[in-house]
């Protein structure tokens, strides 16, 4: 590897950093990268986004909601190398990195709620290396709690509550569900990927789903509400400038089923030229 330099403007004959950039590529898997002698790169790395929580297969139930999934760290480096680089660059479901240069790792998945414990939000990743910006992702929204109306009562006559929003103002909680005997827990949004110097939109986060309801009373007519699945975020569009999104969304909470949670971003390099 050639020595990467970051040149400030004025000084000694420095040449100028630039001010402005354009979008050049997206990469969404592992794949070499060939950086052009003299030329200026600004480079971003996202690590994947959580995925949100679901109850597992061997529970029957669960009345708190899943948790959102966590979005991934965020790193920013620009670079201009003396000589023709070639630069490996990885994106897999832990890490995201451009070569030794700089990197993020992916954010948590979403908690599993267990009966009346609450699926935490997954945490956000980290970021390291960036020589203009290194910041960790953000939680995602933990699931509603859920608690007995009456002491000593059974398990259907629970009462939930909606699951928090996702972080940096992620995906909205799901709802808890109004029931005649039981109030199931909505699970956690997903958490939105950091802020960046990067100019594309900042896109919709998936939302967690809502709790089930069990004989809802709608106007003396017995209703059943079903469980949604969390929410995920649209795919990365890499042939353009890709809008950035998150976590998944937690899936609501239920009984004898499971109940999906969203899938989270991946992970995402997006590499932009001087303008």
Known sequence: ????????????????????????????????????????????????????????????????GNGGGGSGGYSCSVLMEKKETGVFCTVNDAITSFGPYLS?????????ADRYTVGPGGAGGTASGGNQVNTAGFNGGAGGSCYNSTPGSTFSQSVGS????????????GSAAVGHFSNLSGAGGGARLPNSPYTGAMGAIGAGGNGAGYRKISGGTTVSQAATAGNTPPAWNATSPPTLYGGGGGGGSGSFTVIPGGTGTPGLIIIEVAA
């Open 1 to 64: 590897m050639g020595e990467a330099m970051v040149l400030r403007s004025g000084g000694g004959g420095a040449e100028k950093q630039p001010t402005s950039w354009r979008f050049l590529q997206a990469i969404s898997a592992n794949a070499n990268f060939t950086m052009e002698k003299g030329r200026w790169y600004r480079v971003h790395v996202y690590g994947k986004s959580g995925n949100g929580g679901a109850i597992p297969n061997t529970q029957s139930y669960a009345f708190a």
């Open 104 to 112: 993020a790792t992916a954010g948590g998945n979403g908690g599993a």
């Open 162 to 173: 909606p699951g928090a929003r996702g972080g940096n103002n992620g995906g909205d909680g």
